[in-house]
C-alpha cells in the first residue's frame, strides 16, 4: 500500500484551514447574534415600557372620573364608585411597579417623578380632597408623559394652528419691536366684501367695508416670547411720506371679526413713490386708573418702509417674517388640568383651570391681573376660544360667579377677570 506524502499534508493543511475559517465565522455569528439579541430586548421593553405607561394613565384617568362621580358637596356620595375608584388608582400603581426597575435604568428622574405622583394621589383620595386636585395632577401627568388623550389635544390645537399657519402664509412684512412681533401684509380693499359674503351668517364683524378707500392693511400683533396673538391692545395704521414722514392718513384698526387674531385698516392710495406704512401699538386699558407706567412702557411704532409702484405697495425683502415661536400646549391646556372642563355655547368653547397663584407668577415677573388693591391673583384661569378658528376671543368681558354653601346658607362671590398678562391668552 502506497501513500503519497506530499497529497496527504496538503489534505491536512486544507482541512485546518477550513476547520480555522469555520471557528472565526461561527464567533462573528454568535456575537451577531447576541447583538441582535440585545437590541431586540431593548425594544421589547421601550415597547414594553410605552404600552405600560398608556395603562398607568388610562387607570388613573379612569380613577379620577368614578372619584368624581363618588364625591359631592364635600362628602363621599357613592362608597360604591369610591372602592372603584380606589381599585383603578391601585391598578395603576400596580401597572407602575411592574416597569418601575427598566424605566429607573433609563430615565431615573421621570421614574421619581412618577412614583411620587401616584403616592400623592393615593394619600389625595384617601383623605377624600376634592375631584379637581386628582384631576389636576392626572393631567399634569398625562402632559409629562406624553399620553394627552389625541380627542382633547385636537379640540384644543388643531383649529389654533391652523388658524397662525393661514395668517403666516399671508403675510410679507414683520418686525419685532419691544415686546411686540408686528406682521403686515397688503390687499384691495374690495377683497373684505369678498369675505364678508363667504361669511354672511357670522354677525360678529367689527370693521366694516368702506367703497372710497383704496388699500385695506391686515396687521397680527404678537407676543415676541409666546407667539400668541394679541387682543387687548390699541392699533392704529398711518401712512407717512417717505422722505419728510409727514403724516398723511392715519385710521384706528379694528378685528375683521371676533375670533380672528388680524385687525385691519383703511389707507389711500399713496401720492409719492417712496412711502412709509406705520402701524402704532399702546396697552388698550380697561380703566382710567389701569393707565400706568407699565402700560406706556408697553407702547411701541412699528415702521414699514416701502415703494408705490404700479399701483402696489411692495415692502423689502428684508422684512420677511421669520420662523416665530409656537405657544407652549400648557397655554391651551388650561382647560384640562382641572379634568377637562370644557363647555361650549353659541360660538364659543371656554375652559376653566384652578392654577396656583405661584404659578401665575412663573408665566411673567408681575402679571397684569394683579388689582390695584394690590389682592393677590385669583386662582381661576379661564379662556375663552373661538370654536371655528380656535384662536382666543379679543375684547371679552368675562366674569366668574362660585356657588358654595356656608353653615348651611348658600352664597354667590362674582370676581370680574383680566388678562393673566399681554401675550397670554387667558
Known amino acids: 500500500m502506497v501513500i503519497c506524502v506530499v497529497c496527504a499534508t496538503t489534505l491536512v ?48 384617568k379612569q380613577a379620577q372620573e368614578i372619584y368624581q362621580k363618588a364625591y359631592h358637596n364635600g362628602k363621599i356620595r357613592s362608597w360604591t364608585d369610591f372602592h372603584k375608584a380606589k381599585a383603578a388608582l391601585g ?46 395632577m392626572t393631567y399634569a401627568l398625562m402632559h409629562q408623559t406624553g399620553q394627552l388623550p389625541s380627542e382633547l389635544r385636537t379640540t384644543l390645537l388643531s383649529d389654533y394652528k391652523a388658524t397662525l399657519s393661514d395668517v403666516q402664509r399671508k ?48 396687521a397680527m400683533i404678537r407676543d415676541t416670547r409666546s407667539g400668541v396673538p394679541l387682543s387687548g391692545t390699541d392699533v392704529s395704521v398711518e401712512l407717512l411720506d417717505g422722505k419728510k414722514k409727514k403724516q398723511l392718513s392715519t385710521q384706528k384698526m379694528f378685528f375683521v371679526w371676533r375670533g380672528y ?13 417712496l412711502t412709509t406704512l406705520q402701524i402704532s401699538i399702546s396697552p388698550f386699558p380697561v380703566t382710567r386708573t389701569e393707565r400706568t407706567r407699565y402700560a406706556l412702557l408697553r407702547s411701541a411704532v412699528a415702521q414699514f418702509p416701502a ?55 412663573k408665566w411673567r415677573g408681575k402679571p397684569v391681573a394683579t388689582s390695584s388693591k394690590g389682592y ?29 354653601t356656608f353653615k348651611g346658607s348658600r352664597y354667590r362671590s362674582n370676581y370680574k377677570l383680566k388678562p393673566v398678562f399681554e401675550g397670554f391668552p387667558a
Open 13 to 60: 493543511g486544507v482541512n485546518c484551514r477550513k476547520a480555522q475559517e469555520s471557528l472565526a465565522s461561527g464567533s462573528k455569528n454568535t456575537k451577531k447574534q447576541a447583538l441582535a439579541k440585545k437590541a431586540a430586548a431593548r425594544k421589547t421593553s421601550t415597547k414594553k415600557i410605552s404600552t405600560v405607561m398608556g395603562d398607568v394613565m388610562f387607570s388613573l
Open 91 to 136: 391598578r395603576a400603581q400596580k401597572a407602575f411597579a411592574s416597569i418601575s426597575k427598566t424605566l429607573k435604568k433609563q430615565d431615573p428622574e421621570a421614574a421619581k417623578h412618577l412614583g411620587e405622583s401616584l403616592s400623592k394621589m393615593h394619600s389625595a383620595m384617601k383623605s377624600k380632597s376634592h375631584p379637581q386636585v386628582l384631576g389636576q
Open 171 to 218: 403675510m410679507i412684512a414683520e418686525k419685532v419691536v419691544g415686546p411686540y412681533r408686528v406682521g403686515i401684509w397688503v390687499e384691495p380693499a374690495t377683497s373684505l366684501y369678498r369675505w364678508r359674503e363667504v361669511n354672511l351668517s357670522d354677525r360678529r364683524y367689527m370693521i366694516k367695508p368702506s367703497r372710497g378707500a383704496r388699500w385695506l392693511v391686515y
Open 261 to 273: 387674531p388680524v385687525y385691519a385698516g383703511y389707507v389711500p392710495s399713496p401720492k409719492s413713490a
Open 307 to 361: 415703494n408705490y409702484k404700479s399701483g402696489a405697495l411692495q415692502f423689502s425683502a428684508s422684512l420677511k417674517p421669520k420662523a416665530s415661536p409656537v405657544t407652549g400646549d400648557d397655554v391651551l391646556f388650561a382647560a384640562a388640568m382641572v379634568g377637562g372642563q370644557i363647555r361650549t355655547g353659541g360660538p364659543y368653547r371656554v375652559g376653566v383651570a384652578l392654577v396656583p397663584h405661584q404659578r401665575v407668577y
Open 376 to 404: 393677590k391673583n385669583s386662582d381661576i384661569v379661564v379662556f375663552v376660544q373661538d370654536k371655528r378658528t380656535g384662536m382666543m376671543v379679543p375684547n371679552m368681558r368675562v366674569k366668574v360667579f362660585l356657588y358654595h
